[in-house]
């Protein structure tokens, strides 16, 4: 089994590239945010490898990090989502974006990915409520927030601290991710207008 591949990168497909490791080239297939975070042609590169195997390919797909690749394989445990989604999923949204959609219960990020209609983001975010693989790339107190968040019962003035920045522009995952680190630092009974203020400050950071 190939866990891990370190080599130089060969060359480049619109979904893939080839890693030469000591004369034999790899070919794996990857999303767009891994491959974009690859070096050039003839430079050094590591990525982490899931092989899948089937009656008529064997086929493996690169990841930058071990959380990009626990994430790939609990989305497709979801009925409907594939390789094919799975990576597409990871193209448009990090480890930490996809926990951040998925305890917010945020169809709509999981529906930016190419290939994922209404009804696939719904079912992406209902069935994987609750599940963070190993290294899924969020840390603790930010999912706690999320998740209260998601299901309705945040403290009043977190989920107003949210609300109005997220208002502001910023997504629900960076506010949440910010109000998360404040309220373990201040407590939950800050006033909403020092959350705010206190998140823009560490938004801003």
């Given at each position: 089994?190939?866990?891990?591949?370190?080599?130089?990168?060969?060359?480049?497909?619109?979904?893939?590239?080839?890693?030469?490791?000591?004369?034999?080239?790899?070919?794996?297939?990857?999303?767009?945010?891994?491959?974009?975070?690859?070096?050039?042609?003839?430079?050094?590169?590591?990525?982490?490898?899931?092989?899948?195997?089937?009656?008529?390919?064997?086929?493996?797909?690169?990841?930058?990090?071990?959380?990009?690749?626990?994430?790939?394989?609990?989305?497709?445990?979801?009925?409907?989502?594939?390789?094919?989604?799975?990576?597409?999923?990871?193209?448009?949204?990090?480890?930490?974006?996809?926990?951040?959609?998925?305890?917010?219960?945020?169809?709509?990020?999981?529906?930016?990915?190419?290939?994922?209609?209404?009804?696939?983001?719904?079912?992406?975010?209902?069935?994987?409520?609750?599940?963070?693989?190993a290294g899924g790339g969020i840390d603790a107190g930010t999912l706690g927030l999320q998740t209260a968040l998601?299901?309705?019962?945040?403290?009043?003035?977190?989920?107003?601290?949210?609300?109005?920045?997220?208002?502001?522009?910023?997504?629900?995952?960076?506010?949440?991710?910010?109000?998360?680190?404040?309220?373990?630092?201040?407590?939950?009974?800050?006033?909403?207008?020092?959350?705010?203020?206190?998140?823009?400050?560490?938004?801003?950071?």
């Open positions: 089994m190939i866990g891990k591949l370190k080599g130089l990168v060969d060359s480049f497909g619109d979904d893939h590239v080839l890693i030469d490791c000591g004369g034999v080239c790899y070919e794996a297939f990857c999303s767009s945010r891994t491959l974009a975070a690859l070096p050039r042609v003839g430079e050094a590169g590591v990525v982490f490898i899931e092989t899948i195997v089937r009656e008529d390919m064997i086929r493996l797909y690169g990841f930058s990090s071990e959380a990009e690749k626990a994430w790939f394989n609990l989305l497709m445990t979801v009925q409907g989502v594939g390789a094919r989604v799975a990576l597409a999923i990871l193209s448009v949204l990090s480890p930490s974006e996809i926990s951040s959609a998925i305890a917010l219960q945020d169809k709509a990020m999981i529906g930016r990915a190419n290939g994922v209609g209404p009804k696939l983001a719904i079912r992406v975010v209902t069935e994987l409520k609750g599940k963070v693989p998601g299901e309705g019962n945040a403290a009043g003035n977190v989920a107003d601290a949210v609300s109005a920045l997220t208002n502001l522009g910023y997504s629900s995952a960076q506010a949440s991710a910010a109000l998360a680190r404040i309220v373990a630092r201040e407590g939950e009974e800050v006033a909403t207008e020092k959350l705010i203020r206190l998140g823009l400050r560490e938004l801003s950071n």
